[in-house]
């Protein structure tokens, strides 16, 4: 598979003939300021053994020019050498050294060196991303994790920026208008974690020490980094606090000192994902920088991302995976950690694993339904396979079976698994095998039976409790049915739950045990009274589905809010609206139990998720001639709640923004459009500037908002986020010329950036305007492998879902889908997998408004 996308076999045919020492890489960035300059220096020279002498082979490297190449001394023509995507070298010796110069291009995909204008102050910015394989955008390298080696960067920028890179810089040199900044070699690190974020960024300083077991003491220098226009809102005190707090946690489960000396935490903007482990400097996504209020969830979130990435500096940094078949050693764990972390630590954040069992396992069961679900241990046959399995699979699935395997195994000898982990790989490279070693050593338990059930396998299973009761009404027996292609062993609890005097309910009784095959009797429950509800995996331990008997689901419509405990009331959540995804519960009856009992909900992230989910039932799998009807009863549900709202609370923001998502009929618009002039006002919400934004978004959805209107907000907003906003409101207004130029800004050119790619299909692609929409099924599907085959993946990835028809369900698109996915059987796999994907969403949504119509 020559070309762009390296496979799994030349990773491993590469590997197994070289090993690389060292990589020195210059970088010349003085010309990033000037818009027109499209490309930057870049000379890459690396040090490495042959174990073939005579061999050849190749680095990996995609850059508009190659100037020259040097092999052990010996010029190769770049015009023989380069071929667009590699660089081919021959006649190896035992010992080499090979320098590569080459013309690199600024990026605005937000892949490889991405750069950035500021609208408020015209400064740029740059910072790099890589995972998987971008690196070969900035310097020529084997692309690959287990060749590891040491890094010394040396970036020559404007004298008035400042540099940071994954090491400490040794020196700063001024060079006239420039200044060239040498920085100290890494430890041994994959190419895809290496680093440069250069500009004028805001920073914040703080130290964080600790005495180590040996009696040294370990002293890590933090920093904290932000566009300087995003300064005044920038709570680096709030950041560096969860980073000091996390470094202690990780310290004392972990037992091994942080190994990359500082640790930066850069916040940039246009970023692609949430945020990335390079080590030593790390890379966030800035709308972290909260620049208007958000709910405490927001800051939850953003702390439990500090800590993934701060766990990734142990698993993925410290010891990586072998290829990308294993990409979970590293990121199922930083998931579970990222909320263990949250507890653990200390931070204030004491409803993580709520948000876990509610949110991040809501993405997990989505993504293993799918007919492309996989094991979380994958089959990953090149980088294209690699760069689709960043998913709900390897993340929040991954996670959920570690907190099974936790306890399955009890958290001393997990921990104690991962410390020796940690000493026997230290800046290696593993596989499956290498952790299943440790945990069984430490937990005294065989794990191959377990890791094949959990780890080698696809999809979910369900747990459904069956009650039979005497005359007196005493549980006679009380089982277990699981359902699923593989029955799995699943550690759970049985939670028994009945009304108290106030009416709550209450857990009155708790049952652990191991279910294993179809049906598994809980004999302690037989004798007891029947319990009011049956919850079946409380406090979450496993990984499943979970249905409920006829009576608990009678009680749950009668009183899902009334449940006590908020994890208990997040599964009962989770469940339901896993019955209505399967349809069989229909959605117009969720909508009445998030409209019933959605105002009771004391868990801010768990009511946001019911916003969405909320949307989501009426959009796609209500009956469409029930929609309207849905959507004006959450639009009543919506104001009813924000003007009984606590005033200035997490939930009347939520509950405003909800109100901004679902308004379509005059007497909400008629609000919407008050509280952005101030005519209208609700005690105690602030209509803020993203706010505003959410407003406008409403108004443009409807039709009601004007050119000069949109045009004047974006002036009073002249930021990136302001553009962002402005954008996805043209997009969404409801006329074939507003669809058109949204259409062609994305498909016609590749001018736009990474952020208003997205921006674009967000507004074009409101579910109201589907009549509008349907236009561009057919050119979607004829566009498909253009796409594929033009765009960066990160951007294909974009378009390809985000044009697809969701909001078109009906049985002619889904033959749309069918048929393109019939006739291009020889297309991309990883192309076809995104288009399988968006083809079974469209059929569950078929599904689902049959179930309500029924």
Same mark, same amino acid.
């Given at each position: ?5 390296? #496979?799994?076999?030349? +990773?491993?045919?590469?590997?197994? $003939? ?68 590699? @660089? ?21 995909? *937000? ?26 955008? @900035? ?83 933090? #920093? ?8 005044? #809102? ?17 310290? !004392? ?142 993340? +929040? ?45 430490? #937990? *005294?338990?065989?794990l191959k039976a377990w890791a094949a059930a959990w780890l080698q396998t696809a999809g979910v299973d369900s747990l459904t ?90 009680t749950l419509r009668a009183g899902l809010g009334d449940i006590h405990d908020e994890l208990a009331r997040a599964l009962a ?18 909508? &009445? ?28 799998? &209500? ?5 309207? !009807? ?6 009543? *549900? ?26 379509? *009929? ?37 039709g009601q908002a004007g050119d000069e209107e949109l045009a004047g907000e974006l002036a009073a907003d002249n930021t990136a ?56 099924? &057919? ?15 990160? $951007? ?30 020889? &297309? ?6 995104? @288009? ?19």
């Open positions: 598979m020559p070309g762009r996308n390296l #496979s799994r076999d030349e +990773a491993q045919q590469r590997a197994s $003939i070289l090993a690389v020492d060292s990589y020195r890489v210059r970088l010349d960035v003085t010309s990033a300021p000037d818009p027109a300059a499209a490309t930057f220096r870049s000379t890459t020279t690396v040090a490495f053994r042959c174990s073939q002498p005579g061999a050849a082979t190749f680095l990996d490297l995609l850059a508009p020019a190659v100037r020259s190449v040097t092999l052990n001394g010996r010029s190769i023509d770049p015009a023989t050498a380069y071929d667009g995507a590699r @660089v081919h070298v021959d006649g190896l010796a035992a010992e080499n050294v090979l320098t590569v110069e080459a013309d690199c291009a600024y990026s605005r995909t *937000g892949e490889g060196l991405h750069r950035f204008t500021d609208p408020v102050d015209g400064e740029t910015y740059l910072y790099t991303h890589y995972e998987p394989a971008d690196a070969r955008r @900035v310097f020529a390298t084997f692309e690959q994790p287990d060749l590891k080696a040491p890094f010394s960067f040396t970036v020559t920028a404007p004298a008035a920026w400042d540099v940071w890179s994954n090491a400490v810089h040794e020196d700063v040199v001024e060079e006239g208008a420039a200044r060239t900044w040498e920085f100290a070699p890494t430890k041994p690190i994959s190419t895809y974690l290496t680093a440069v974020v250069a500009g004028p960024y805001h920073v914040a300083r703080d130290h964080y020490s600790r005495e180590l077991a040996d009696g040294t003491t370990l002293e890590i220098p933090l #920093s904290a980094m932000c566009r300087k226009s995003l300064a005044p #809102s920038f709570d680096a005190d709030e950041i560096l606090g969860v980073t000091k707090l996390g470094l202690d946690f990780f310290h !004392e489960e972990f037992d091994y000192p942080y190994p990359f000396g500082k640790y930066d935490q850069a916040f940039v903007p246009e970023y692609n994902i949430g945020a990335m482990e390079n080590p030593g400097c790390v890379t966030f996504r800035e709308e972290f920088v909260f620049r208007s209020k958000v709910t405490d969830a927001a800051y939850e979130g953003r702390a439990n991302v500090i800590l993934h990435e701060m766990a990734h500096m142990w698993f993925g940094d410290l010891v990586t995976m072998r290829w990308w078949d294993d990409l979970w050693l590293k990121e199922s764990f930083a998931d579970f950690m990222g909320s263990y972390g949250l507890i653990g630590a200390r931070t204030r954040y004491s409803s993580a694993w709520v948000t876990f069992a509610n949110q991040r396992k809501a993405w997990a069961y989505r993504q293993d339904q799918f007919p492309t679900t996989h094991p979380i241990t994958a089959d990953i046959r090149d980088l294209e396979d690699a760069k689709l399995n960043f998913d709900g699979i390897t993340y +929040a699935k991954g996670a959920a079976v570690l907190k099974q395997l936790v306890a399955y195994v009890g958290s001393e000898a997990f921990f104690e698994g991962a410390r020796r982990y940690f000493q026997r790989h230290a800046f290696g490279n593993t596989e499956l095998a290498d952790l299943l070693d440790v945990l069984e050593e430490t #937990s *005294g338990r065989d409790p069956q009650v039979t009761t005497d005359a007196e009404g005493r549980i006679t027996e009380l089982a277990v049915l699981q359902d699923g292609e593989v029955l799995r062993p699943h550690r759970i609890a049985v939670g028994l739950y009945d009304r108290d005097a106030d009416g709550s309910l209450v857990r009155t009784g708790r049952i652990e045990l191991d279910v294993t095959g179809n049906r598994t009797v809980v004999a302690e429950a037989a004798g007891r009274p029947r319990p009011a509800l049956v919850l079946l995996n409380d406090e979450d331990l496993t990984y499943c589905k979970i249905r409920f008997d006829a009576e608990s689901l009678q959540w989770s469940a339901v609206w896993n019955l209505t995804r399967d349809s069989l519960m229909p959605a117009r009856d969720y909508v &009445a139990l998030v409209l019933r009992f959605a105002g009771q909900e004391g868990n801010i992230g768990v009511l946001q998720s019911l916003h969405t989910q909320a949307k989501t039932a009426v959009d796609l799998y &209500a009956d469409p001639n029930w929609r309207a !009807e849905g959507g004006r009863l959450l639009a009543d *549900g919506a104001l009813r709640e924000l003007r009984e709202a606590v005033p200035g609370s997490d939930h009347q923001l939520a509950w405003a923004r909800f109100l901004a998502q679902t308004a379509g *009929g005059a007497e909400h618009l008629g609000l919407v459009r008050g509280l952005l002039a101030g005519s209208a006002r609700i005690d105690g919400l602030d209509v803020d500037q993203e706010l505003r934004w959410s407003l406008w978004l409403a108004l443009a959805a409807a986020s302001g553009k962002r906003r402005y954008t996805q409101c043209l997009a969404a207004r409801p006329t074939a010329e507003a669809k058109a130029v949204a259409w062609s800004a994305v498909v016609d050119s590749e001018e736009l950036p990474n952020a208003l790619v997205e921006a674009n299909i967000a507004g074009f692609a409101v579910p109201a305007h589907r009549d509008l929409t349907a236009l561009y099924a &057919a050119p979607y599907f004829k566009l498909l492998e253009r796409v594929w085959s033009e765009r960066t993946i990160e $951007i294909a990835m974009r378009i390809v879902g985000g044009f697809f028809p969701h909001s078109q369900t009906d049985e002619q698109t889904l033959a749309e889908a069918d048929a393109w996915l019939d006739g291009h059987p020889q &297309a991309a796999p990883a192309l076809r997998r995104l @288009v399988l994907e968006c083809r079974d969403d469209l059929a569950r949504a078929l599904r689902a408004q049959a179930c309500d119509r029924a």
